[in-house]
């Protein structure tokens, strides 16, 4: 042996129930993990043990099981079998198992269940005399065929069902209930059959050898397409692995004083702590999700079965108070006996999440750091987006025609259009369309963006219609495979027949995936309203808005970063405000360029003297002014980064193929136009073929002369202006798209001249900040000599991440992200969450640098990712001072960087 190398530690693959507990998820799975701890709790779980994610991971890996697995199972298996005194398929009194799949995060698409396991022609009469029930016997037998027949053996299940249900109709009976042990008899004879028939071998009789092959088919159902694209589209890695548990049985099928059914510690849709399930009796393991025969209420139980009732309501107690949480469970009823089969931390809304993290701080089972924890920012956005009045979806005008994938949140109502052009034409028109498609491709993007919402009928959360959408946060449902799109009679039909014409008003639900024909009504979220000021947070309050005020104030207490809006405007800065920004993060000058002011810009560009040049200036200047007098006063008292001016300068010219072709023709009619001319020449001298790597950003402000030199003194005499009038305006002068230290050498050097003069002639102290964005690589990495120059850094992370990968985030997300999505080069797009690896890298180094140099030096950051949970985190973790993200999105990242700091998160650490 190599002397580097670990000495071979022999690894144990199986585990009794008594072993484990439930923080052993990544080897045991969620399942496993939870069955092992309610057994040390001592709740009456079946005797079982559990084969661990490793062996599933050497089982994949190497394409056999790990060779000493088989004698662990056996030693298990005999363990087992002592315990309960029968062997598995004993003849005369057979030991039966389920084999369960199980990984870590619970996973559709993961092989089913097989209960029954060891039941054999041998042993069947055995159980009958056991129970004293030869129809128990037979039912069972005939499940096991049915299950291991469909998801080991891979015959297709309809096979099963039909024979069943033909067994029914001879019978002339509506439930299987009403089945005799003949017919089930009988039923058992042909199940066999058509396992013969379709596989070519006969169903297995040796119980070991059943077991074994289930265990194996679990182990291959990790790697079903099912499972892979759930495990894609919810980012689960696919190299975990999935955990087996065998698990004695307990016959919930054993006449009516047995029964099976499902549990919830308290309500997972709105929260409170009740009595919330579903009960069915002599029914097995899915029969109660089935839909078989109808279930009762959990709470007729009592009524049913008074004793089993009351101890399962002790157990709830005890599950809730263990795991501090919502909990669901299974369990099952034998002749009086109750058993609990499974447990895990239940799924909630978003709604439910904020109402029982609060309640369960009341009830003194979580602290508040605790409660944190348990909500997140993407539960928080999904309450704040406006939703449907659900109260007026069943009135007859308005009905559900189907349901799809909810893929970006919101509510949209509109017509329904069925392409690209449509919706454009409609939209100009002033009408709100609703984007119907089959599934959508790059040409459709224009009819996307004309759209309030899209509704697709294929595709996942990766699909191109998904993933534009949410980038362009609008309302997306994809996949609602019910919907038979017609793209060439333009119409849809619903299941029903119902048939929805272009033009036809729809509604889209991206929360849920609700699709309706009709308008429903849309009404604001009451988080909104509770954010805008609008609903005090006190006893009227209704419980969620009191909820999200409480965590919302947990996390205001936790959080190290400040967030500040990207705001432009008055308006937009004063609803930041109220939604608790501290400051504005990026103000862009841009748009106070266009409209009316596009014409002095134009002069600006096309000046040929200086006398042309100082007076578009001079026209500009009070206009800028009169804009940041009007955005410091919203934000008083709080810093204001204002971004000189940034984009390419084909924006705010004619475009050159126009301006080419009215040239000519005025040309050809002998009626050439001097201006025009004259544009076009300065058109074609500015023309770039790349224009965002062109002239822009710090390069106009020094092209231009005089340009930003404006834009400073504006910003100047406007915070002069409202110091004069009592106020406490906090401007930071932001040069945008600096590569080298130089360039802003030469812009600060004039900013500072400017400034002075200002000071001067008003007689105050501005405290004015200047400082750069960090948005080329190359920034970044001579950041130690920028910070030199800086008194700031703020991070641009979308210009960051489009230079690092040398990709426009406007052409590709709508080009090749999806098959990158698919294909797994990305798990997310970077434009959404920060590549920690790459992008995120360059940050961290580039903090590292700057506060190296001038350990005073504010760091922030102002692409869209200041407001994303999952780059919060990594934010908070290489130690910025603040994030600045779009007005809605700041609750987001207050609740985020208090989760963040709560939560101890380092630049490694996920939100989750
Ligand atoms: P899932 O992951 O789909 O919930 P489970 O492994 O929990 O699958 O099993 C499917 C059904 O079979 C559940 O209703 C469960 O309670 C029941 N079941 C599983 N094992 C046993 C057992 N040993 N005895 C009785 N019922 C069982
Ligand atoms: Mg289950
Ligand atoms: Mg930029």
Redesign the pocket.
Known sequence: MPENQEPHVTQKFVYDFTEGNKDLKDLLGG?GANLAEMTNLGLPV?PGFTITTEACKVYLDSGSEPPALRDEVSAHLDALEEKMGKKLGQADDPLL??V???AKF?MPGMM??V?NIGLSDASVAGLAAQAGDERFAWDSYRRLIQMFGKTVLGVDGDLFEEALEEAKRARNVSTDVDLDAGDLKGLVEQFKGIVSERTGRDFPQDPREQMDLAIRAVFDSWNGERAKLYRRQERIPHDLGTAV?V??????NLGPDSG?GVAFTRDPAGGQQGVYGDYLANA???D?VAGIRNTVPLAELETIDKKSYDQLMQIMETLENHYRDLCDI?F?IERGKLWM??TRVGKRTAAAAFRIATQLVDQGLIDETEALRRVNGAQLAQLMFPRFDESRTGDGAVERIGRGIAASPGAAVGAAVFDSATAVARARAGEKVILVRRETNPDDLDGMIAAEGILTSRGGKTSHAAVVARGMGKTCVCGAEELQVDLRQRRMTAPGGLVVEEGDVISIDGSTGSVYRGEVPVVPSPVVEYFEGRTRPDEQADELVRAVHRIMTLADGERRLRVRANADNAEDAARARRFGAQGIGLCRTEHMFLGERRELVERLVLAETDEECEAALAALLPLQKGDFVELFEAMDGLPVTVRLLDPPLHEFLPDLTELSVRVALAEARGEADEDDQRLLRAVRRLHEQNPMLGLRGVRLGLVIPGLFTMQVRAIAEAAADRAAAGGDPRAEIMIPLVGTVQELECVREEAEKVIAEVQQARGVDLKLLIGTMIELPRAAVTAGQIAECADFFSFGTNDLTQTTWGFSRDDVEASFFTAYLEKGVFGVSPFETIDRDGVGALVRGAVEAGRAARPDLKLGVCGEHGGDPESVHFFHGIGLDYVSCSPFRIPVARLEAGRAAAMGSGEGSDSR
């Open positions: 399942k079946p198992v389920s369960r799949s199980g619970s089913d269940t209960l548990n698990c004695s049985m307990v016959f919930g099976t097995q393991g899915e109660v299974e099952t089969l499974q």
